[in-house]
């Protein structure tokens, strides 16, 4: 029974959150941010995206963004490779914490082959949450997925003004 109002409470949580986003989200179709999730570990050469069934992949969805790993066809996770990340155009990079900081924080990660040809690269448009966070989907989530929404969502609403 308590798994079962938890679960309830949860799932309602997550439903105001969702709300919550798509209030600050663009709505028309060709405004949505393009948005890739990147799994990266510098000191070990590992770089991956993440696409269709993921679970990043819903969370760009939840976040009211465009998954360009999906989009290109891309399942899974796969090591990343600079042509199809340039073909992918995102606009914005989803990363835990400890990857982006293994590969040197932002400015490290234009060293990284591909991402400085992208606009996200070209403007440095990268968020990024705690390792433990970002994809968690337990009863964290609302939080992530509101924490999320306004780091990507409340910076372009004060660029555009």
Not at 35 to 57: H, K, Q, T
Not at 108 to 118: I, K, M, Q, R
Not at 129 to 142: K, N, T, V
Request: charged share 25%; aromatic share 6%; with cysteine.
């Amino acid at each position: 029974e308590r798994g079962t109002i938890l679960a309830e409470r949860v799932e309602a949580e997550i439903a105001e959150a969702e709300a919550e986003v798509a209030e600050l989200a663009p709505k028309d179709e060709a405004d949505k941010v393009r948005m890739v999730f990147l799994y990266m570990r510098g000191n070990a050469g590992v770089f991956y995206w993440f696409g269709e069934g993921s679970g990043a992949d819903d969370l760009i969805e939840a976040l009211g963004g465009i998954d360009v790993a999906s989009e290109t066809g891309l399942a899974g996770t796969r090591p990343l490779n600079a042509e199809g990340l340039i073909k992918s155009a995102p606009d914005l990079y989803l990363m835990m914490s400890d990857g982006l900081s293994s590969v040197g924080g932002v400015d490290g990660l234009a060293d990284v082959p591909g991402v400085a040809e992208t606009n996200a690269g070209i403007h440095q448009c990268t968020v990024d949450m705690s390792d433990a966070e970002i994809l968690s989907f337990g009863p964290q989530f609302p939080h992530t997925l509101r924490s999320l929404g306004h780091a990507i969502y409340d910076d372009q609403a004060s660029a555009s003004q």
